[in-house]
């Protein structure tokens, strides 16, 4: 093998690896932390803290001798080689941990030492490659360090997960480790010796300006929080899809191998042109276009790639000689932390919705190069500079009432009517500012406040009309006759409102002919009336309305937010109408229950899914180990499975047979006559006590045996795929 490919099969395995690790090791901590959203963004910004110390580290290697370097490095990796196997360390944490704050103490110790030693792979093997071969690009070596990241990204979801368990995967990442070990250590065999050596790490090239590394910072910033901005938006505003988050981070990735390829073309033309699809796509898109959920995904994706491969090609055309190159490297990772801090951390804190993919995009539309001029129109810029600020106060203006236009009836302008007039007007102004930095800012600003903008304002200034949290956007909505819950897209509550005893009837999937509505009314008739019921999952606190007095419940919530808005906002009464003063356990419903006292439940109900995404955690084998132990020998335990997107029906039935369970299902169909507020549902019932479910089908409904899938394998902590679940 030539030494030129041993270091880009070495940069290329470092970062496959780095990819493979990390939803790896997010799922390992999911059953001790729980919280799936928010396990995943707290280890991200964890990934990507690493990521920052690994090139600092990289950087600090350049002030001595690259045969130095290797021998520093090689026993860097041979330190963090004593936390393989990797996984998790042994740590009790409190039912009511913090991802926020307890996955960077956990990760941090678990894989910090192997995540640090080979996030430095790539500056250190490219800074070590310009020594071994002076003269030669290190830069295209970039490109193959995030073709593996990509790599590593892809191949977890669709190879991994689904083919190997947890401890399975981590014997293949660590015997990876191993391969990029040797491959290092024939990388530091290629370094030129004695003076040479020396010679090579004092940089002679001139030293970056402050501005200069500044606006690399930022050009890095933009790419990042977009990535993640673009993830919760579309998971929210559009379509909760599962594995939707591999497309924008895949995106992203991507973008570095085009950006910083040695064959020009493509990236230059995606830069070039990157401005007129920034107005286009970015302009239309806070709105969207009704009723086409994948058109939107696609057009926001396609907006993110067109982002980060321009502005990290203007990063790249700014980049340092070789021996600056470690320096450039750290700027970058810096900027690509910031962005993540600010869409994963701050975001959620400063605002009510997705407010930061907008304010991104404005930031795309000023630092993109305005390279397309379109040469007719160049001429209404030509002259002194009054001229151009004439130029720009006209085109301010004339946003400004196309503004006033179409924000005078939102509705209506949302149902289509002056759309395409206006669209064609900032298509227009759109030819004229090209290549002309802040009129084009201007007119893109224009265009997110027309399509979308000024309405998802109108709705913040409402107060509790919507609420964000670490684990997603919540919005009320509705009319004088029903209230709603929406979590992003999907419905989590409805109340029909207008008297006492409208808002005391169950709707959506809680209905009385629904799976979890004739269990509860079978309450009293199976359990007496001292039941004891447990909810994992609040809603709008529906379920509370079929309490009776004497009984005791026990509602489960990870998200504080989702409280506020059931119990103490009044836009909804289910509780104080219905269970004036609930017991409310806030964190990890898992976590909780593996801290109550065994037999203390008769029946619980299992409702706990953000928007369409399945929290892994809860439905597996040791998952339903921990319900049987909490319930009563004749306990009923309600599982909730509607989904439009996985088909659910198969990990409960291989759950029910490994656990020795007897289950049924109650697929509930509103008919044409059904009251208001009704909503199609899924509930699977389950007891370890054969005559609890016959007595629960006696008393009417559809209930049907479950289906089990040939050859599907139970979920555990230790595997699970949601792959062959995908409807």
Partial sequence: MS???????????GSFLLFLVQPMVARMALPRLGGAPAVWNSAMLVYQALLLGGYAYAHALGRIPVRAQALVHVSVLAIAALWLPIGLIAMDLPADAQPALWVPWLLGLSIGPLFFAISAQAPLLQRWFSAAHPGRDPYALYAASNLGSFGGLIAYPLLVEPGLALDAQSAVWSAGYALVAVLVISCALALPCGEKAVAVTVPTSPAPATRTIGHWILLAFVPSGMMLATTTYITTDIVAMPLLWVIPLGLYLLS????????????DAITRFAPLQILLFG???????????????????????TISVCLHTTMYRQRPAADRLTGFYLAMSLGGALGGVFAALVAPVLFDWTWEYPLLVIAAGLLAPQELVIAPL??????????????????????????????????????????GAAFAVIVALGLVVLG?????????????????GFQAAMISWQGDARTRSYFGIYTVGGNDRVRQLSHGTTVHGTQLIGSPERERMPTAYYVPGSGIGQAMRALPEFYGQRARVGVVGLGAGTLACYAHPGQDWRLYEIDPAMVRIARDTGQFSFLSRCLPDPTIVIGDARLNLATQSADSLDLLALDAFSS??????LMTREAFASYDRVLAPNGLLLVHISNRFLDLEPVVAAAATAGGWSAVKLLYRPG???????????????????AVIAQLKSRGGSWQPLNPRRGFTPWTDDYSTILPLLK
Wanted: charged share 15%; glycine share 10%; proline share 5%.
């Fill in 672 to 690: 044409p006559k059904a009251p208001e507020g009704e909503t199609v549902s899924a509930w699977v019932a389950l007891s370890r006590d054969k």
């Fill in 378 to 419: 160049a001429f209404l810029w030509r002259g002194d500079a009054q001229r151009q600020r004439i130029m720009t106060l006209a085109v301010a203006l004339a946003v400004g009432l196309l503004i006033v236009t179409a924000t005078r009836d939102v509705a209506a302008f949302q149902a289509g009517q002056g759309r």
């Fill in 256 to 267: 570095f191998s085009i950006a910083f390829a040695a064959n020009r073309v493509l990236a």
């Fill in 436 to 452: 002309r930095r802040w009129p084009f800012a201007i007119l893109l600003s224009g265009a997110l406040v027309i399509f979308g």
């Fill in 283 to 305: 302009g239309v898109m806070v709105g969207g276009f009704q009723g086409m959920p994948y058109f939107n995904a696609g057009v926001a994706l396609t907006l993110l790639f």
């Fill in 3 to 13: 030494t030129p490919l041993i270091f880009a099969v070495a940069i290329l395995a």
């Fill in 612 to 617: 369409d995404s399945v929290p892994m955690h």
